[in-house]
């Protein structure tokens, strides 16, 4: 395929498959962005994982437990997905301990109560639903289809969320206190799951261009919240911005604006749980590397015996 | 964005078979007819629960902890099964699963050792495994004949996940055993810890001489002939430990902290609904 033909397949909205040619920027970007919601979803099984020890019900701890595994599913075919771009599982996980790619910045913020499992579900999981819906269009071919399943099961996890939620805010007030208070702790790190602003976000017009991204970062937040709010109205809690107010000029909500210095920092490794999140993620594979070390030992005599 | 509706409208779909049984919002025994179980028949249910809960809540301590992304899911995906196990179970004494789960204290746990005692590493992991679900797959197998009908259906689905348990245990003990040599030594080592908490699964409880129960003693030839097989495939010696035959309701000093940690949320939030 020549550089035209890969245009010419963008142009008509068909998929750039694993065999054909692409622009090496086009590669890198694609491993990156795939790479970085693989590290997402692994990480993002810490801040949850916490509580599966701990959840109030046994329904609630399948649900959870359940929940977990889904994410670790969704890294498994991830992985395989930048995969077929040249680039091996094992290299990519040595990247992340090594601080050498990221993962979304929301996962470095800590999980304080059972109630911030239900907004994780609820927000946070929704931001990566709006995220991800226009990503199962997306011009390379193994990501969409992964983000066909994987939109599948995250609209689970925020029913799951939104559902532990309204059973909470119906119970005592102590329930009902913790629900607001996970929501004002999550409520602007979720807004700015979506990225900086347009004006500071760079790769955007590139990546509108070769159609990996098929929204700005602007519009998808913008449907975030017009998205929620009528939901946090349901709930019955507030969400944490002065500014939120219905602009029927607009046919949209205006609302506040997030701290993106915070993002900068949280982005950059200085978050609150960045640390421990890198750390407790190096720790599981350094200890595990005895087992694939074994694993690929006895996979050896077998092929020699065979 | 009008072209993304479509896409967003179908993922609210509710009919999705991956979704984990007895995580719906619906009830996990719906349907399913019991008879008011007895105090024997609820104690003999108890136990077969706790020994599924207890073993699940260690197993989901693992959760990103594992040396790989498959084991992540395998580890993960055989905790639920063991906890729609105890659900059902707990559900079949005709008492409360949350109740039961969040309400006991220790003394009142019916679980075997083996379940409770704390995690070490993956070769820890896979001999406690490879040992309770050896275990239990020969009493899951006979008990789907139990003289109580749910016991019975409760049973015949636990045979197929336990099965899978049990081979996804043996196959890493074959790879550790026949691996290299840490992963040898480190096999030996679990081996030779868990070993004393064999004897106990074959004690009989006064409620397993029931005709709904399974006399556990029964197993134990089952049990001698699968490990002995797996072993040696290993190349695993099988180890010379003396065990402890203790009654069920024995507990080791690693039940509590683990029971501190299962209900503290649950004890912080009194007269809450989940």
């Known amino acids: 395929m020549s550089p035209s033909a890969f245009e010419d397949v963008i142009a008509r909205d068909q998929r750039i498959e694993p065999r054909d040619e692409m622009p090496d920027a086009y590669r890198k970007t694609m491993v990156r962005q795939i790479a970085q919601h693989a590290h997402s979803e692994i990480i993002g099984m810490q801040p949850e994982g916490y509580w599966i020890t701990r959840a109030p019900s046994l329904r609630r701890k399948a649900i959870l437990l359940a929940k977990v595994q889904d994410e670790a599913g969704h890294g498994l075919y991830l992985y395989a997905a930048a995969e077929t771009l040249g680039v091996d599982r094992a290299d990519l996980t040595q990247r992340l301990i090594d601080g050498r790619q990221k993962y979304s910045s929301i996962f470095n913020y800590p999980t304080l109560s059972y109630a911030d499992v239900g907004v994780i579900g609820w927000l946070v999981d929704g931001a990566a639903i709006c995220n991800q819906v226009p990503l199962c269009r997306s011009s390379y071919g193994p990501y969409a289809r992964a983000m066909i399943r994987v939109c599948k099961e995250e609209s689970f996890h925020q029913r799951q969320g939104y559902e532990l939620l309204m059973t909470m805010v119906r119970g005592t007030a102590a329930q009902r206190a913790a629900v607001q208070d996970a929501v004002d702790r999550w409520w602007w790190p979720s807004l700015m799951m979506f990225g900086p602003p347009d004006a500071d976000s760079p790769n955007t017009a590139r990546s509108m261009a070769w159609k990996i991204k098929r929204h700005t970062n602007d519009e998808l937040r913008q449907r975030f919240v017009d998205m929620t709010v009528p939901q946090a109205e349901f709930l019955g809690v507030t969400l944490p911005d002065p500014e939120l107010r219905w602009n029927a000029g607009r046919g949209h909500h205006d609302f506040g604006t997030p701290d993106w210095d915070e993002l900068k920092r949280v982005i950059s490794g200085d978050g609150p749980c960045n640390a421990e999140r890198v750390a407790n993620r190096r720790r599981a594979h350094e200890e595990g590397a005895w087992v694939r070390e074994a694993a690929t030992a006895h996979a050896r005599k077998k092929g020699a015996a065979a | ?274």
């Not at chain 2, 049984?21 to 706790?50: I, K, Q, R």
């Open chain 2, 1 to 274: 964005m009008n072209d993304d509706d479509n896409v967003y409208a179908a993922l609210t779909e509710d009919n999705d078979a991956r979704w984990a049984f007895g995580t719906g919002f619906s009830d996990p025994l719906a349907g399913v007819e019991m008879a008011p179980a007895g105090e024997d028949l609820a104690a003999y249910c108890l136990m077969l629960g706790d020994d599924a809960l207890i073993m699940s809540q260690r197993l989901q301590e693992w959760v990103a902890r594992a040396p790989e992304l498959e084991d992540e899911v395998a580890l993960a995906n055989i905790g639920l099964d063991l906890l729609g196990q105890a659900r059902v179970l707990l559900a079949r004494t005709g008492r409360d699963e949350d109740d039961l789960a969040y309400r006991r204290a220790a003394a009142e746990f019916r679980n075997v050792r083996l379940a409770e005692l704390p995690n070490g590493d993956f070769a820890h992991l896979v001999v406690r495994l490879l040992v309770f679900s050896t275990w239990r797959l020969a009493l899951l197998d006979r008990l789907a004949a139990s003289a109580d009908p749910t016991l019975a259906a409760i049973a015949a689905k636990g045979v197929k996940e336990v099965a899978y348990h049990r081979d996804y245990a043996a196959r890493w003990t074959v790879r550790l055993g026949d691996g290299t040599d840490e992963s040898h030594r480190r096999m030996r080592r679990a081996l030779d810890e868990l070993w004393p908490y064999v004897p106990e699964l074959f004690v009989a409880d006064p409620v397993e001489s029931e005709p709904f129960a399974v006399d556990p003693a029964s197993l134990r030839d089952e049990f001698d002939q699968v490990i002995a097989h797996v072993l040696e495939t290993a190349t695993l010696p099988i180890p010379d430990v003396a065990g402890d035959p203790a009654p069920r309701g024995t507990h080791t000093s690693a039940l509590e902290p683990l029971l501190e940690e299962m209900q503290s949320v649950a004890r912080a939030f009194p007269e809450a609904t989940w």
